[in-house]
């Protein structure tokens, strides 16, 4: 029997809605083909403020301000106040939905915690982390990993088979290691700029291997090992403790057909009349009615009591009431 299948790790799928927030500017290509989880990793220009750089995947939220959120920043260049907002319905226990990266922690404690210093710490000069990568992380690398899964099993376990933390051991390391470069990289480029120059010559000669490591390279070695330890440690998405936001990522195209699949979509608007804000949700595709509650609900309680929304010029929402359909849902 496989190690994934041991009996504390079944769990009965539960079904959930969950958001997608993107550029309204997306919205027709969504409506024909589906979320694509092989969409560009980047917003933006990743040299641009408010740049986010995203480990692959399509991103969901069981929050609508962290839908809202992504949307904003993916619709920024298109000069218009709508957003877009996908609802997908899932099974939480499907393998390829998986953790977000910003819900599975780093090891910068492990690191620090065994260590005795903040080495991570992005101000620090980078001979700290340099003579700790060179001469303490080669014996102390596994009792690091060690301390970084069991950190990653208190905070998101209830109860886990030890043979999963076995088979994630590997896996582990490689992140430690990955990310310790990524650190040193880091501070390299923030602490050696402008009058220091002298003092970079002086750190290279001293740590020649380290003189053509750039901050782009390690950071992206970073996240392949973080992403491949988060895909191999998936069951954390079904196992996982309740948390008030749950963010996972689908590493599969969601289309309006299997048991994962687009229910909803349509662009979200704020308005200001009379100086009471009210939302506007203009649904240009709906088939599952029961997401509208969720919807409703969500709005309320984190914009506004003043909510319409819009399905093929029928008012579906008008608050305070929720209205049937009369047509047949697509």
């Not at 933006?44 to 740049?51: C, F, K, L, V």
Request: charged share 25%.
């Amino acid at each position: 029997m496989n190690w994934y299948k041991s009996a504390n790790m079944i769990k009965v799928s539960n079904t959930q809605y969950l958001y997608h927030g993107t550029g309204v500017q997306n919205l027709s290509v969504i409506l024909s083909e589906g979320l694509n989880a092989n969409a560009d990793k980047l917003y933006d220009d990743e040299m641009e403020h408010g740049s986010i750089r995203t480990y692959g995947g399509v991103y969901l939220t069981d929050n609508i301000m962290t839908a809202m959120s992504s949307a904003g920043k993916s619709s920024y260049l298109s000069h218009s106040k709508e957003k877009g907002l996908i609802i997908v319905k899932i099974e939480d226990t499907t393998p390829h939905i998986v953790l977000d990266e910003d819900n599975f922690s780093n090891p910068a404690y492990a690191i620090d915690s065994t260590s005795g210093y903040h080495l991570t710490a992005s101000h620090w000069h980078p001979e700290n982390m340099a003579y700790f990568i060179l001469n303490t992380l080669p014996a102390t690398a596994d009792d690091i990993t060690n301390n970084y899964l069991q950190r990653v099993k208190g905070m998101y376990y209830e109860d886990s088979d030890q043979r999963v933390f076995n088979a994630l051991f590997p896996y582990a390391r490689d992140v430690v290691e990955t990310y310790c470069y990524s650190v040193l990289s880091a501070q390299i480029n923030r602490y050696f700029q402008g009058s220091h120059e002298y003092e970079k010559r002086i750190f290279e000669e001293k740590y020649p291997q380290f003189a053509d490591m750039t901050e782009e390279l390690s950071s992206e070695n970073y996240r392949f090992a973080h992403n491949i330890l988060i895909q191999k440690a998936h069951r954390l998405t079904s196992n996982m403790k309740d948390y008030f936001s749950a963010n996972v990522r689908s590493m599969e195209n969601i289309t309006y057909k299997g048991k994962n699949k687009v229910v909803m979509v349509s662009s979200f608007l704020n308005n200001g009349v009379n100086d009471k804000y009210y939302t506007e949700v203009n649904v240009l595709y709906l088939s599952d009615n029961a997401c509208l509650e969720k919807l409703s609900d969500d709005i309320h309680d984190r914009y506004s009591p003043y909510l319409i929304i819009r399905y093929n010029d029928e008012v579906l929402y008008d608050n305070p009431r929720v209205k049937e359909p009369e047509h047949e849902l697509v």
